[in-house]
């Protein structure tokens, strides 16, 4: 019998083919993705990157149009780096306040994704309310927004503040109120001043953890209530369930969103780096501001590449199969 | 034995066909009441059920008051702005600012222009992302991770990285070079023109194609990102939508493959009806992206001949132009007035398709391996 089965060739082959026609189907529909990425999408990559050794001017329509390519080496990135006074600092400065949002972003939204969870009154309109940033806190609005100096002085005379403002006079809490508070505690002023800094910028944080938000809570739904279950049987509390369980199950969640975080918000309109190139865009001359953004995109993916580091030895899979 | 079993056993006070009415000793009220309410359980669970309340009533309130203002504002008339008594509520109610905007910006035409685009973008996204997403998610052949790792590129590489290369590209658009060598130009070979001066269009042409096609101030440049799904957070759509397909389970598939159906007709027909609060969810995200994106619309959409979108809204009108100490906040009320406008039909949708977002995100079973 065996011997038979083993001698069944054109079978086994039946079953490679399919296994091909699978994989053909596969490229078909991937198709017009890597049509327009080797077609389109690297070609503009491969153009920043080569505008950068270049200078570039225009010719004008009458002259056929078009523009002139000099080539000038690592001009550009020497002048970035070296020439530009504000370049460098702005960099920096960007960086760390990178560094700083991120946890920031991160805590809010699961700590917010876990509280939307629980089943309550009114929950649909608050995830409603919860999700309207990610809908219209984008591109235009944000602009609009930015420049919103109506609802600063609409707040300031009431004393009621969603700390927008930069005024003093709006902010909810400042520095002096939380050293009484922890005066007797040796928390440290690094933290006491990223804790107030957070809950001024309590409305920026809001607006964009929208979408970690929605990760969050769509992990959360994810884990099977057997555990919880089961967990509860054994006499677990609530603070128990939240670190041996939730926390372990939805750490995948958390690398998505650390890294999701961190590319969106160096890539938002509002970032000061992002600004600053904009500026040198509009300004200076567009091949500069092209040198600058790929000296900031490389440190972003260093920085990203240690956080993904950092996180994946601590990520928790849970194998179904 | 009987007797004493008898005694022990609740009275029957009433007894019909299908209820039985019993006395039994119940505990009084006040002795329910008490372990009920004055238990620890009882306290902390009221405690965090405040707490929850005012935090979340609290964030709705910083989600929400930005809108209050601006709809405060938008209401206001001139004089409000520099009377100190007035600040929510506007003293001289008036709609001017709403009427300017409707007349003199061409408010309609805006709208018009802007809802094909966003409708076409946000449709062929949804579409050509969850064909992508498809091929990613349930078929494995080489080259499948290389082609994940690339649609992760595209998320991560900022756009205003490629500003400037994005516009070059759709000004002088070409693809290998292919308009270039029709009209005569040759193709460039590592930097020498061969196969120069080989016609196969008129001259009367080469203004068009001969230094690529004119892209810029058209739809196309939309239209070709969005079929090729390179366009604004598609990477994010297809990452969605990729960890949808994977929870759907294969054996609906094979089903339909063991009775003659083909995989495209098996997407169409099987698997895209039951992945449409998902697609919804995207076509969301996409249309509303797109609606009120600035980035690629002031790239691509600057000259005097563009079409007029909703980034070309956000003006003072001239009738509204006024000198005096409440200027500005009065131009900033209007700009909101503006952006009010602009996401007025965004709101409507989503107070429609909110209920399919959280599904579909729901539905997803987002996970991260």
Not at chain 1, 276 to 281: G, K, L, S, T
């Amino acid at each position: 019998m065996t011997k038979d089965v083993k001698l069944n060739a054109p079978k086994r082959r039946k079953i490679a083919s399919l296994e091909k026609k699978k994989a053909r189907a596969g490229w078909i529909f991937v198709l017009p993705f890597v049509i327009g990425f080797a077609l389109i999408y690297l070609p503009i990559i491969f153009d920043s990157i080569k505008f950068t050794f270049y200078e570039m001017t225009n010719v004008p329509n009458y002259k056929g149009g078009g523009y002139i390519l000099t080539p000038v080496g690592l001009e550009n990135y020497y002048d970035a780096l070296f020439v530009d006074p504000d370049f460098v600092q702005t960099l920096v400065a960007g960086l760390e306040k990178l560094i700083f949002d991120v946890p920031m972003i991160l805590i809010f939204s699961l700590f917010m994704a876990v509280m939307l969870n629980q089943k309550m009154a009114g929950r649909a309109a608050f995830r409603a309310i919860f999700f309207i940033p990610v809908i219209i806190s984008t591109g235009l609005m944000a602009d609009i927004s930015e420049q919103n100096m109506l609802m600063q002085t609409m707040d300031s005379a009431e004393g009621i503040s969603d700390g927008t403002g930069s005024s003093a006079a709006s902010e909810i809490v400042t520095a002096m109120d939380f050293q009484k508070l922890f005066a007797n505690m040796a928390v440290g002023e690094e933290l006491l001043n990223y804790v107030v800094s957070a809950i001024n910028n309590i409305y920026d944080i809001v607006n964009r953890s929208g979408v970690q938000l929605l990760i969050f809570l769509a992990g959360l739904q994810s884990i099977s209530p057997a555990i919880y279950e089961s967990v509860k049987v054994d006499g677990a509390t609530g603070w128990e369930t939240f670190w041996k369980i939730t926390f372990p199950m939805i750490s995948p969640m958390i690398l998505v969103n650390a890294v999701y975080t961190t590319i969106d918000s160096f890539t938002a309109n509002s970032n000061i780096v992002m600004t600053f190139i904009d500026n040198v865009y509009n300004k200076q001359g567009r091949v500069l501001s092209s040198a600058m953004s790929w000296i900031y995109f490389l440190l972003v993916l260093a920085i990203i590449a240690v956080i993904a580091a950092v996180f994946s030895a601590f990520v928790f899979y849970q194998r179904k199969d | 034995m009987n007797a004493q079993n008898l005694d022990n056993m609740p009275k029957v006070k009433k007894e019909s066909k299908n209820k039985i009415r019993v006395e039994f000793d119940r505990t009084p009220l006040k002795e329910r009441l008490k372990a009920k309410f004055l238990s620890m359980f009882f306290v902390t669970k009221v405690i965090i059920y405040i707490f929850r309340l005012v935090l979340l009533v609290g964030v709705s309130y910083i989600v929400l008051f930005p809108f209050f203002s601006q709809i405060a504002g938008s209401l206001m008339a001139p004089e409000d702005f520099i009377d100190a008594t007035v600040r929510l509520i506007p003293k001289n109610f008036t709609l001017d600012i709403y009427k300017a905007i409707w007349t003199e910006l061409e408010y309609i035409t805006s709208f018009a222009n802007t809802l094909f685009l966003s409708a076409t973008a946000a449709l062929l996204q949804t579409f050509v992302c969850s064909f992508i997403a498809y091929g990613l998610a349930k078929f494995k052949f080489k080259g499948n991770s290389i082609v994940f790792l690339c649609v992760i590129l595209s998320l991560t590489v900022p756009h205003q990285t490629l500003q400037l290369s994005l516009f070059t590209k759709f000004k002088y658009f070409d693809i290998l070079g292919i308009f270039q060598f029709v009209s005569g130009g040759g193709i460039d070979l590592f930097g020498t023109t061969v196969l120069e001066g080989i016609r196969l269009l008129p001259a009367s042409w080469d203004k068009f194609t001969a230094n690529g096609i004119e892209l810029t101030n058209t739809y196309w440049p939309f239209i070709i990102l969005s079929i090729t799904g390179l366009a604004f957070k598609n990477g994010l759509y297809i990452f969605m939508l990729r960890q949808f397909f994977r929870g759907v389970p294969d054996e609906l598939e094979e089903s339909a493959y063991i009775d003659g159906s083909g995989v495209i007709h098996t997407f169409f027909k099987i698997i895209l009806p039951i992945s449409v609060p998902m697609m919804i969810t995207v076509f969301l995200f996409a249309f509303s992206w797109q609606w009120t994106d600035n980035f690629y619309t002031e790239l691509f959409m600057t000259g005097k001949d563009a079409p007029r979108l909703m980034k070309d809204v956000i003006e003072i009108p001239s009738s509204l132009t006024k000198e005096y100490p409440g200027q500005n906040l009065y131009y900033s009320a209007i700009r909101n007035t503006c952006g009010l406008m602009i996401i007025a039909p965004l709101v409507v949708m989503y107070l429609f398709c909110q209920k399919y977002l959280v599904q579909g995100i729901e539905r997803s079973g987002l996970t991260a391996d």
